[in-house]
């Protein structure tokens, strides 16, 4: 991020409980590059994937805090970004003003299709979008879709934009292995077709596969029989019956495509 060629206001990194060298090398970072490097450290509490929404509000609350806030560019840490990335990602932006989410493609030999959307991390939020929504996400499972769906209930586009891409080293799904996935589908409200069909079509890629693709299925189900964990509430009603209708009118597209 400190070599990109459009230069950071301020890049604040929320340390969760690590337990190795990461600190000692945070604290050289932000010692050499105080006036833009932060950082925040949380205790080690165990894995939680709760907290990576928790700690990506708490870096934003910061930078509102430093006066720094402006567009929000979202990255995990196992991430590389070309010098020219975020200035070429807002460039994007800046030609189409609907564009309130967007991100360039992860390294994967996956092809591009449809459905593909802006990637959790490499992805930059227009500030007024992201203020309107309250400026935090919220602590439920689906919370990059939610980012993504409220953009297009609101009349607004998230794009990915395939020719920009970076590295990202860790497996996807390493670590919830796809059950947050399936929960995800049940809290956003997915129509049953449509996320039935994207578990099958997932269980025939490398990437889920068919071990991750029952996961899905699991989270999914798990989501939908009901939990005390607020983590797989049901997001809005508005928002839901969105995404069903959006959903079903592209299942009734194919399926005349086909016939």
Not at 22 to 46: C, F, M, Q, S
Not at 176 to 201: S, V
Request: aromatic content about 10%; hydrophobic content about 40%; proline content about 6%.
């Amino acid at each position: 991020m400190l070599n990109q060629t459009l230069k950071p206001d301020e890049i604040v990194i929320v340390d969760d409980g690590s337990t190795d060298s990461t600190p000692n090398i945070l604290w050289v970072y932000e010692r050499d590059h105080n006036a833009r490097v932060k950082v925040i450290t949380r205790p080690d509490n165990g894995y939680d994937i709760r907290r990576v929404p928790s700690n990506i509000n708490l870096a934003w609350k910061s930078m509102s805090a430093s006066g720094s806030a402006t567009d929000l560019m979202i990255s995990g840490d196992d991430c590389f970004y070309p010098p020219k990335y975020a200035e070429s990602l807002l460039a994007k932006m800046y030609t189409d003003r609907r564009i309130v989410v967007a991100s360039g493609r992860p390294s994967t030999s996956t092809p591009l299709s449809r459905e593909h959307s802006p990637s959790g991390s490499g992805r930059m939020i227009d500030e007024q979008f992201w203020l309107d929504l309250g400026g935090r996400y919220p602590l439920i499972a689906g919370w990059e879709g939610w980012l993504l769906y409220m953009a297009s209930l609101n009349g607004f586009k998230a794009s990915l934009f395939g020719d920009l891409m970076f590295e990202h080293f860790q497996p996807r799904g390493a670590k919830h292995q796809f059950i947050y996935w399936g929960a995800a589908m049940q809290t956003l409200g997915y129509h049953p077709l449509y996320a039935m069909g994207r578990i099958a079509k997932n269980a025939l890629t490398t990437t889920v596969g068919p071990k991750g693709s029952i996961n899905m299925l699991r989270g999914y189900f798990q989501a939908k029989l009901g939990s005390d964990n607020e983590f797989v509430a049901p997001f809005d009603p508005v928002l839901r019956q969105f995404v069903s209708k959006q959903q079903a009118q592209r299942i009734v597209r194919v399926a005349m495509s086909i016939l």
